[in-house]
């Protein structure tokens, strides 16, 4: 059976992860109107220093507070500002400090595994909700390349078919970004694409650009398949049946 074809409904996806308050407001996202919408957003904000989305930033406070931890007293407020077209952003820097701050707080310098596998679609805004909106994987991972910039502007990711698998890849045109806001986004990216698709073996192989850390062993349990550091750009590779 293709992949595509085990993607579960809305439905069935709030129940098994994401039935909490509030998610009655994905139904406006699921429009032709709305995605007009998260289209002239992602389109029309012009290239500028790297920022990730407030929303997605919310992501290492809910986490920390959950661990018991006061994040608003480790991390100070969120330096919210707002891009041309009105999305609450955050600069870049404060994110690659604010997940360091934590895993030195918390002794684990996997942190980003830790954080990205607790995603939701509103740490990932309106590009969240797009993505429940999708028929199947292809179409999933197609809307995440397009309007990725409305949560990760920083470098561009495009999407690569090779025979039955398919790439999806970040240069360092912007720069390097860093082990922990790497390793959170593509473990964000890759949680949020299980969760889509019912499929918890679903990564084939992980690319990193930065350099191995002293234990490996979180990556492999969280991606299953190789995990590989040390590589030209990041990448992630998933089969297409």
């Known amino acids: 059976m293709r992949l595509c074809e085990r993607v579960r409904s ?3 996806l709030k129940i098994a992860r994401w039935g909490t308050p509030g998610l009655t407001e994905a139904t406006y996202f ?3 109107d709305a995605m007009s919408s998260v289209s002239r957003a992602a389109n029309q904000t012009p290239p500028t220093s790297n920022y990730v989305a407030a929303t997605y930033v919310q992501l290492l406070y809910d986490y920390l507070n959950a661990h018991g931890h006061d994040a608003l007293a480790l991390l100070g407020p969120m330096p919210v500002e707002r891009s041309p077209v009105g999305l609450e952003r955050v600069a870049l820097g404060f994110w690659e400090q604010s997940l360091a701050a934590a895993s030195a ?3 684990d310098p996997a942190l980003g595994v830790a954080v990205g596998r607790t995603i939701t679609p509103r740490h ?3 590009l969240g909700y797009a993505v429940l909106n999708c028929a199947n994987l292809g179409q999933a991972l197609a809307r995440m390349e397009r309007y ?3 949560i990760y502007d920083v470098n561009p990711a495009r999407i690569e ?3 039955d698998r398919v790439e999806v890849r970040w240069g360092v045109e912007r720069g390097l970004s860093g082990q922990l806001v790497d390793e959170t986004g593509i473990a964000a990216v890759v949680q949020i694409t299980r969760d ?3 499929e918890s073996q679903l990564v084939e192989r992980v690319c990193f650009v930065n350099p191995p850390p002293p234990d ?3 990556h492999e349990r969280f991606f299953g398949g190789e995990v590989r550091f040390n590589q030209p750009e990041t990448v992630i590779r998933v089969p297409l049946e």
């Open 10 to 12: 809305y439905n069935e």
């Open 30 to 32: 699921l429009t032709n």
């Open 105 to 107: 707080l918390l002794g």
């Open 124 to 126: 990932f805004g309106l």
């Open 148 to 150: 990725h910039r409305l």
């Open 161 to 163: 078919v090779d025979g």
């Open 196 to 198: 889509l698709t019912g």
């Open 216 to 218: 490996t062993t979180p």
